[in-house]
Structure formats: C-alpha cells, structure tokens
C-alpha cells in the first residue's frame, strides 16, 4: 500500500485546512486509516483514525475541532483541521493497518506510512 499525504500549508491562529490521504496499491475499504503527528523533538502521536467499517476516533486535544472521513469509491481519507492552535504545528503523516491500534498511550504502529505533510499554525 502506499499512501501519498496533501494538502498541508501555513495557517493563521484560527484557521482551517483540509488535509488528504490516497491510497493505491491494494483494496482500500479493507483498511483502517489513520493520521499520526510528528512534532520536532517530541514523540510521534496519534490524532485521528476512521476504522474499515466508518467508525471515528480522534485524541481529546483536537476533539470538536476536526473530522475526518473517507471516500472509498476515490480511495482517499481527509482530515478537516478547523480552529487551529500553534500546538497543532506538526508533520501529519496518514497511516494505514488491517487492522490499525489507535491508541493513545502508546507510540504508533502502522502497516503503512505515507511521508507527512507540514501543518504550520502561526499568528
């Protein structure tokens, strides 16, 4: 599977953006799918994860201010990001597993990675 991340960029306090996943390489809807962040000089973390089956999660620092969601007809996850802070500057990197463990208290594991998109939140 591989996964090719877009549209990242430099936002204002308070701003929005739609961040994008597709996926090629293998039967897509059979995957659970997630984003995990890297900050600089901190540990990689989970922040969402949309299960095969539709189910949503995402880490209680971005609860209300994100959704996420996918087309399996386009093979493609998105991530809303509205509200931004400067503590959600970070490369997001979409993820994928059959199945994916999105849990917070421990550090991410993925089957597949994609290599990240830069999230930059400025005032």
């Known amino acids: 599977v591989q996964l090719v991340e877009s549209g990242g960029g430099s936002v204002q306090i308070g701003g929005s953006l739609r961040l994008s996943c597709a996926a090629s390489?293998?039967?897509?809807?059979?995957?659970?799918m997630g984003w995990a962040r890297q900050v600089p000089g901190k540990g990689l973390e989970w922040v969402a994860g949309?299960?095969?089956?539709?189910?949503?999660w995402s880490c209680e620092s971005v609860k209300g201010r994100l959704i996420i969601s996918r087309d399996n007809t386009k093979d493609t996850m998105y991530l809303q990001l509205n509200d931004l802070k400067p503590e959600d500057t970070a490369v997001y990197i979409c993820?994928?597993?059959?199945?994916?463990?999105?849990?917070?208290?421990?550090?991410?594991?993925?089957?597949?990675w994609g290599r990240g998109t830069q999230v930059t939140v400025s005032s």
């Open positions: 993820a994928t597993g059959r199945p994916l463990a999105l849990n917070p208290h421990y550090t991410p594991r993925a089957d597949h």
């Open positions: 390489g293998s039967t897509f809807s059979f995957y659970d």
């Open positions: 949309i299960y095969h089956d539709g189910v949503t």
